[in-house]
């Protein structure tokens, strides 16, 4: 079964750092272009980051740049997203997302997403 | 960054109803749109990719039509399970930007 897999959200206070996984099964994750999305509650889907599938040129939206760090460990089937610096404001369901280059670079998996709360 | 509108914010419909869901892109992205429908507590689930093409296991009911800088979503005939938010996005360019959603709601 194709699926991805979050992990390492939480509770952490304003300044502080998580680091979120996502774990890729199911298919060729080397071969494929990843995102994270966030949403925050109640509100639409934002694209915090991007990376190439060899890890080159990543984007960062401004709201996070110079503050996340997205990298993939292809070997691991595993991408990762270093949050430092965190605000009230990146309190967030994160999602990792597959790019589709078959599928005109849409996104087609999605993982269950995991819940980013910043807060004193 | 390309932005995108989406029209209207909210609708409410019936069983059976025709609904049609509108998105503008802020420069034109050729056929480089994508719609996703969102349920309460679910991850987005993509619908309709390239503007017109229905993603593997998505009713038929659902059809996307548009180019440039317009497209539209539209539901046949509203099924109880379709009552969700949907989201269209451009894949033209990074980042990959959503609209702000419609939600669709019961009558």
């Known amino acids: 079964e194709v699926q991805l897999v979050e992990s390492g959200g939480g509770l952490v206070q304003p300044g502080g750092s998580l680091r979120l996984s996502c774990a890729a099964s199911?298919?060729?994750?080397?071969?494929?272009?990843m995102n994270w999305v966030r949403q925050a509650p109640g509100k639409g889907l934002e694209c915090v980051s991007y990376?190439?599938?060899?890890?080159?040129?990543?984007y960062y939206a401004d709201s996070v740049k110079g503050r996340f760090t997205i990298s993939r460990d292809n070997a691991k089937n595993s991408l990762y997203l270093q949050m430092n610096s965190l605000r009230a404001e990146d309190t967030a369901l994160y999602y990792c997302?597959?790019?589709?280059?078959?599928?005109?670079?849409?996104?087609?998996?999605w993982g269950q997403g995991t819940m980013v709360t910043v807060s004193s | 960054e390309i932005q995108m509108t989406q029209s209207p914010s909210s609708l409410s419909a019936s069983v059976g109803d025709r609904v049609t869901i509108t998105c503008r892109a802020s420069?034109?992205?050729?056929?480089?749109l994508n719609w996703y429908q969102q349920k309460p507590g679910k991850a987005p689930k993509l619908l309709i990719y390239?503007?017109?093409s229905l993603q593997s296991g998505v009713p038929s009911r659902f059809s996307g039509s548009g180019s440039g800088t317009d497209f539209t979503l539209a539901i046949s005939s509203l099924q109880p399970e379709d009552f969700a938010t949907y989201y269209c996005?451009?894949?033209?360019?990074?980042?990959?930007?959503f609209g702000p959603g419609t939600k669709v709601d019961i009558k």
């Open positions: 997302a597959r790019e589709a280059t078959t599928r005109q670079d849409a996104f087609d998996i």
């Open positions: 390239a503007a017109s």
């Open positions: 996005q451009q894949s033209y360019s990074t980042p990959r930007t």
């Open positions: 199911g298919f060729s994750f080397s071969s494929y272009e």
């Open positions: 990376i190439s599938t060899s890890g080159s040129a990543p």
């Open positions: 420069q034109s992205i050729s056929i480089y």
